[in-house]
């Protein structure tokens, strides 16, 4: 059973507009989610992450929400721009635990 | 090095064949992960090592895929008798401490395909 989804395989949005990814999570226990970017030919590269402890975290022009009653998070990149064209994932983990589950990824296009 | 690093970056198997792939973590680097990750797909966890112990081997999918880490530094990952559904990325990632909270830094992996 896929415990972390992103529903959404592809988005489009054009440059300087916001880009909004979103991820659900079916496991309650939880409680440390991370975004990772990746380009083509390349490794996973991480992006930003959130405790449980928190409900927002901001890095530049990036956001990452929590929202754990509907086991919900969602990144915005606000202004996006060509260069974020790429694979993100979201992940999660059980704090004390080593393993992340990953979602299947969506590809973000920003359109100049 | 300053990143991972991984070996080869391309590799054409037969069906059948036996195959290794090298990871080489950022030095220093205490937790060493591998990851499978298919076309279409996200990173599925194969293995962890902490040092050169395998404390978790549970997402190897059989007895065909082994995985070592034996001077808690480099590690290879080694399938036998390689299988088309074998085909994907094989990527290897590290970090700092036990990997709690930690972020993972991943190589550039590995493509497998199996003919």
């Known amino acids: 059973d896929q415990q972390v989804k992103q529903n959404s395989p592809s988005l489009s949005v054009q440059e300087g507009r916001i880009s909004i990814l979103n991820c659900d999570y079916t496991?309650?226990?939880?409680?440390?989610f991370l975004w990772y970017k990746k380009y083509p030919a390349e490794g996973p590269t991480f992006l930003i992450s959130i405790s449980s402890i928190k409900d927002k975290n901001e890095d530049g022009r990036f956001t990452v929400f929590l929202n754990k009653s509907a086991k919900h998070l969602s990144l915005h990149i606000v202004p996006s721009q060509p260069g974020d064209s790429a694979v993100y994932f979201c992940?999660?983990?059980?704090?004390?635990?080593?393993?992340?589950?990953f979602g299947t990824g969506t590809r973000l296009k920003v359109l100049a | 090095g300053a990143g991972v690093s991984q070996s080869p970056r391309y590799k054409v198997a037969k069906r059948g064949q036996d195959v290794a792939l090298r990871c080489d973590p950022i030095s220093g680097h205490v937790s060493l992960f591998w990851y499978q990750q298919a076309l279409g797909q996200g990173p599925e966890f194969l293995t962890y090592f902490q040092n050169e112990a395998q404390l978790d081997k549970s997402g190897l999918p059989s007895d065909r895929f082994f995985a070592e880490r034996p001077e808690g530094s480099v590690s290879t990952l080694k399938i036998q008798r390689t299988q088309q559904e074998d085909s994907a990325v094989y990527l290897c990632?590290?970090?700092?401490?036990?990997?709690?909270?930690?972020?993972?830094?991943f190589g550039s992996g590995t493509q497998l395909s199996v003919l």
């Open positions: 992940a999660a983990s059980v704090t004390g635990t080593y393993k992340y589950i």
């Open positions: 990632a590290s970090s700092l401490d036990r990997a709690t909270n930690e972020k993972l830094f």
């Open positions: 496991n309650s226990m939880f409680d440390y």
